[in-house]
Every structure is written in structure tokens, then in C-alpha cells.
């Protein structure tokens, strides 16, 4: 793990140390607004156990956390009126991740919001087939 996660920005907004705008908390998970303002409602989901990042969760702290996003995005779309949601997690440094503590971005989504929240990308450099066998679990 990335430094001494006591000092952890999302481990401090666990403890109470740092407040938040709290959607929803239960034993394993917090959801909360990001205090970015970029979105109306963006909102953050982490798990209470520190984990860096997707690489190094246990199966049971990532499956608490996707069940979090899961029911935040649900209500997001069934009771708050948003048409859909973007999911977003960065994975690491080379990824853009920003605090090293596992969290899931729950962007709200309106039909015609003008939000461009999915990556434009240069183009693939390897062809598909190369790709294939590098990345094919066997």
C-alpha cells in the first residue's frame, strides 16, 4: 500500500475527522458528494476497509463496495428522476488515480445534460488479434 493509510484522506472522512455530504453509509461502504463541483450530485463511493485500489481489495470489500454503487445509482435513477449514471474508477498512478483508497465515481446523468463524461481515445496502436493473445486469460 501506497504511504501509512492513516493518513488517508477518505480513512479520515470514515473516522469523522474530515465531514462529508453523506448519501448513504451502512457497515462496510459511505457514498458522499464530491467536493469537486463539477457535476450536480457526483458523489463517491469507498469502502471503510482501506484498500489502494481494485489491484489489492478482497473479493468481499469490492463486492460490498459494487453493491453500494449499485444501490446509490438505483436510487439515483428510480427515486431522484436522472435517466442513467457513469461509473467511473481509475486504477492506479498511470491511471489518474488521485487518492490511493478504492472509490467509484457515481456521476448522475439527465437526457441532453451536455456532460462528455467517456474518454476520447488517440486510436489502438496493436491490432486486435496481437491484443488477443497478450490479454486472453487462459
Not at 449499485?70 to 488515480?97: F, M, P, R, W
Request: include cysteine; glycine fraction near 8%.
Amino acid at each position: 500500500m501506497r504511504g501509512e493509510y492513516m493518513s488517508c484522506v477518505f480513512c479520515e472522512i470514515i473516522k469523522g475527522n474530515i465531514p462529508c455530504r453523506k448519501i448513504y453509509e451502512d457497515e462496510f461502504c459511505i457514498a458522499f458528494l464530491d467536493i469537486a463541483g463539477d457535476v450536480d450530485g457526483h458523489t463517491l463511493v469507498i469502502p471503510k476497509k482501506h484498500c489502494e485500489n481494485i489491484l489489492d481489495c478482497d473479493n468481499e470489500t469490492l463486492a460490498q463496495t459494487m453493491n453500494t454503487v449499485k444501490l446509490v445509482s438505483e436510487h439515483y435513477t428510480e427515486i431522484c428522476g436522472y435517466d442513467g449514471v457513469n461509473l467511473l474508477n481509475a486504477c492506479g498512478e498511470s491511471a489518474h488515480q488521485s487518492v490511493f483508497h478504492l472509490h467509484f465515481h457515481v456521476i448522475p446523468r439527465e437526457k441532453g445534460d451536455g456532460i462528455n463524461s467517456w474518454p476520447s481515445f488517440k486510436g489502438a496502436k496493436i491490432s486486435l488479434d496481437e491484443m488477443l493473445e497478450k490479454l486472453r486469460l487462459q
